[in-house]
């Protein structure tokens, strides 16, 4: 029996799966996911402050729609044996989906580095919310003002005091100037301070140095900076983008039997851009790389990856939220209008359990439509 192997159980793992079960329907077809956790984890929301409750058990997708997970850790693609190595376990696969996401980049070489937290995994999220828990007027240094480190600031800030570093001159540098305006007013409101122009390069004991030599208070210090794919596109036969992603066609084929989805992917959204590493663009990836992989060994056409229109929706905190539309992310809603329309992202991102129907149809809706945008923007993808 033919077999479809999925590497990683994050959106756009866990949509390969239901995509490529779409696709098998009652045909003979084995589908099996491999990650070593037991939960979806939904990673655009682990700056709130109870990240636990950002997760889905993985059963309650995968077990209706007859795929079976393998829980362990990939070390090895062998992409000429067509087989992987889990754990010291051999799996061999007819096509293979790797979509096993992106992780932070954390500084090697930096003094301290082992005192630093972030918000990128389940476990980091844990960890800062478990050494703040309980301490009144904490202090934080968040370095980053990007997507991740202006949520991870204005969540932290209604805790105690945050100061957010950046070597940009400007906050938010890779979102353009559309939201700034906004994002600038959230901060004042919500009193973090900025130091741009700089970063941290030493975190001691309740206290960070900045790299024009001042030390300020920390009890904590959040890295937000520098995504990039996992390590196992590296073992991929192809010339790797400067995030690490394996470059892809319009179907997500990587090689003949290789399908890539999700953060790990670099496809092409239009003729200027590539998608984003964000679950916007890692549910449609998963959705038609897993019906894509099933389809070709099926004989059955494949579906080509027409992404949605992009928008984003920051989160700002008790200052709201901003939403945008389009690449030069022109602002559609703010405030306490942007934070209503977060807010129903963070619900829609849940992906539906326990029914077979509802999981196989939702993988059917490449895109997902969200009735309370405003009648221009009910087709757009969110992005989180």
């Known amino acids: 029996m033919a077999h479809v192997v999925i590497i990683g159980g994050g959106f756009a793992g866990v949509w390969s799966a239901a995509g490529a079960a779409l696709a098998r329907r009652d045909a003979d077809l084995r589908i099996t996911l491999i990650a070593p956790n037991e939960h979806l984890v939904l990673r ?100 980053g003002a990007g997507f991740v480190g202006l949520e991870a600031a204005t969540a932290l800030a209604a805790r105690g005091r945050v100061l957010l570093v950046d070597r940009s001159e400007v906050v938010g540098d890779a979102l353009g100037p559309g939201p700034r305006a906004e994002i600038e007013a959230a901060l004042d409101k919500l009193g973090i301070e900025r130091r741009l122009g700089t970063t941290v390069t030493g975190v001691g004991a309740g206290h960070a140095v900045l790299s024009d030599g001042t030390r300020v208070d920390a009890d904590a210090v959040v890295w937000c900076v520098g995504m990039r794919a996992g390590e196992l596109t590296r073992q991929i036969p192809a010339r790797l983008d400067h995030l690490g992603r394996v470059p892809v066609d319009h179907r997500l084929r990587a090689l003949p039997e290789v399908f890539v989805a999700g953060d790990m992917a670099a496809a092409a959204f239009d003729a200027e851009h590539t998608v984003m590493q964000a679950c916007q663009h890692a549910t449609p990836l998963g959705k038609v790389a897993g019906y894509n992989a099933a389809a070709d060994l099926l004989g059955m056409p494949l579906r080509d990856f027409t992404p949605g229109p992009y928008v984003t929706c920051l989160d700002l905190g008790a200052a709201g939220a901003v939403f945008t539309r389009g690449w030069d992310r022109r602002v559609m809603a703010s405030g306490a ?48």
Request: proline share 7%; hydrophobic share 45%; glycine share 6%.
């Open 44 to 143: 655009p929301r682990l700056y709130e402050p109870e990240p636990d409750l950002a997760k889905v058990e993985l059963g309650r997708i995968l077990d209706p729609i007859g795929v079976r997970q393998l829980r362990a850790s990939v070390d090895v693609i062998d992409t000429a044996r067509r087989v992987v190595v889990a754990d010291g376990e051999k799996v061999a696969y007819d096509r293979l989906i790797l979509a096993a996401g992106s992780k932070l980049v954390a500084p090697t070489d930096l003094p301290g580095a082992e005192r630093l937290f972030d918000i990128d995994t389940l476990t980091g999220a844990r960890r800062l919310t478990d050494h703040l828990r309980g301490r009144a007027d904490h202090s934080a240094v968040v370095v």
């Open 337 to 384: 209008d942007g934070a209503a329309i977060k807010s129903r992202i963070n619900q829609a991102i849940h992906p539906p359990v326990d029914d077979a129907r509802e999981i196989l149809a939702a993988a059917d809706r490449v895109h997902i439509e969200l009735p309370f945008f405003p009648r221009a923007e009910k087709d757009a993808a969110p992005a989180t």
